[in-house]
T-cell receptor
Framework: GAGVSQSPSNKVTEKGKDVELRCDPISGHTALYWYRQRLGQGLEFLIYFQGNSAPDKSGLPSDRFSAERTGESVSTLTIQRTQQEDSAVYLC???????????FGDGTRLSIL | KNEVEQSPQNLTAQEGEFITINCSYSVGISALHWLQQHPGGGIVSLFMLSSGKKKHGRLIATINIQEKHSSLHITASHPRDSAVYICAVRPFWYSGGGADGLTFGKGTHLIIQP
């Protein structure tokens, strides 16, 4: 497709389970970002990938959160031992390179019961 | 700590009115973004700017680097402009170059009534 694709679009899981969220960036985009938006709150930066450089993980809220990216393609965000406060919409964005306009996916709505 | 403040938080206006949304930030930046988030949640990038002014259709974005302030204007507003408008900045940390994650304002919820 032409845009950033995220899956699943919705995920409901029990507290304590691990979840994995997927992002397919726009082809050719070297920069990829993960953000989180809690209900009624603003967006929060989580992690940034740029090409083969070490990712900027400064926004990850705890060591239960991790992310990987294969080359300049798919990225997965993993949350281990989920907590109720992890409930949010997780958004992925990509850009041609760093410091360029970002193209956002539709997000994954994560609900922790 | 970088703070991004938007005003107003909520704005209701009549169709055709000229709309201004303001954004102030507290640290040096390398770029400022204006984003639009539709009621369904999708986010669209409207502008990225680091100086001066940009125009796209009925939308105009300006930035004053010295005053650490940006405005988003909508001319001849229309009900389809109803959305949350988000200001985000890319801080420039002089010690380490660019930190590439954006810092976001809380958004301005705009409603344009017909």
């Amino acid at each position: 497709g032409a845009g950033v694709s995220q899956s699943p679009s919705n995920k409901v899981t029990e507290k304590g389970k691990d979840v994995e969220l997927r992002c397919d960036p726009i082809s050719g985009h070297t920069a990829l970002y993960w953000y989180r938006q809690r209900l009624g709150q603003g967006l929060e930066f989580l992690i940034y990938f740029q090409g083969n450089s070490a990712p900027d993980k400064s926004g990850l809220p705890s060591d239960r959160f991790s992310a990987e990216r294969t080359g300049e393609s798919v990225s997965t965000l993993t949350i281990q031992r989920t907590q109720q406060e992890d409930s949010a919409v997780y958004l992925c964005a990509s850009s041609l390179k760093g410091n360029q306009p970002q193209h956002f996916g539709d997000g994954t709505r994560l609900s922790i019961l | 700590k970088n703070e991004v403040e938007q005003s107003p938080q909520n704005l209701t206006a009549q169709e055709g009115e000229f709309i201004t949304i303001n954004c102030s930030y507290s640290v040096g930046i390398s770029a400022l973004h204006w984003l639009q988030q539709h009621p369904g949640g999708g986010i669209v990038s409207l502008f990225m700017l680091s100086s001066g002014k940009k125009k796209h259709g009925r939308l105009i974005a300006t930035i004053n680097i010295q005053e650490k302030h940006s405005s988003l204007h909508i001319t001849a507003s229309h009900p389809r402009d109803s959305a949350v408008y988000i200001c985000a900045v890319r801080p420039f940390w002089y010690s380490g170059g660019g930190a590439d994650g954006l810092t976001f304002g809380k958004g301005t919820h705009l409603i344009i009534q017909p």
